[in-house]
T-cell receptor, first 115, second 108 residues
Framework: GAVVSQHPSWVICKSGTSVKIECRSL??????MFWYRQFPKQSLMLMAT?????????EQGVEKDKFLINHASLTLSTLTVTSAHPEDSSFYIC???????????FGNGTRLTVT | GQNIDQPTEMTATEGAIVQINCTYQ??????LFWYQQHAGEAPTFLSY??LDGLEEKGRFSSFLSRSKGYSYLLLKELQMKDSASYLC?????????WGAGTKLIIKP
């Protein structure tokens, strides 16, 4: 079946540094990729939707200058958390889909801890 | 606006059957998805409905009524490992609208 690879699975960084998270669709072309964050015991919170070759659409309250999303190809999207702060510590998950009616497939998530 | 409603939490007994409901109001409709998420893990795909009716997959079934904006996930012969959150999501063109998830607690 379709596989979405997310890397890294776990990262610790110092406050003020930037972290890049990659999301790759391994055996299909992902027209759309979604980025989520999830705090403990809470549901997924959609951060942004990115379509290949165009600018990402950010959800209300998500700072686009802080969470940089690039979807330069049909198999790769990246999320860069810039100038990370401890409150950015969370579980970040990407999902990818092909055509509009196809199921989405999730990466395994990235647990970010900012010290 | 667009929203999806599902119960926050449900409790059921091992071996029993449970139905998790989901109602939605969205501007468009390109399918409804159910996902299972265990604590600390990413969601896994369970089912996809785009036409009205029941889709059965082993112990899990999902039903859709587009005219009523309603879906349910039916879990039979519950096992302890089914304890998880179940997320309902509607795809509306290139948007995916998520419910808050239903935490299912299975008791022996």
């Amino acid at each position: 079946g379709a596989v979405v690879s997310q890397h890294p699975s776990w990262v610790i960084c110092k406050s003020g540094t930037s972290v890049k998270i990659e999301c790759r669709s391994l055996d299909f072309q992902a027209t759309t990729m979604f980025w989520y964050r999830q705090f403990p015991k809470q549901s997924l919170m959609l951060m942004a939707t990115s379509n290949e070759g165009s600018k990402a659409t950010y959800e209300q309250g998500v700072e686009k200058d802080k969470f940089l999303i690039n979807h330069a190809s049909l198999t790769l999207s990246t999320l860069t958390v810039t100038s990370a702060h401890p409150e950015d510590s969370s579980f970040y998950i990407c999902s990818a889909g092909g055509t509009v009616g196809s199921p989405l497939h999730f990466g395994n998530g990235t647990r970010l801890t900012v010290t | 606006g667009q929203n999806i409603d599902q119960p926050t939490e449900m409790t059921a007994t091992e071996g029993a059957i449970v139905q998790i409901n989901c109602t939605y109001q969205t501007s468009g409709f390109n399918g409804l998805f159910w996902y299972q998420q265990h604590a600390g893990e990413a969601p896994t795909f369970l089912s996809y409905n785009v036409l009205d009716g029941l889709e059965e997959k082993g112990r899990f079934s999902s039903f859709l009524s587009r005219s009523k904006g309603y879906s349910y996930l039916l879990l039979k012969e519950l096992q302890m490992k089914d304890s998880a959150s179940y997320l309902c999501a509607v795809r509306s063109n290139y948007q995916l609208i998520w419910g808050a998830g239903t935490k299912l607690i299975i008791k022996p």
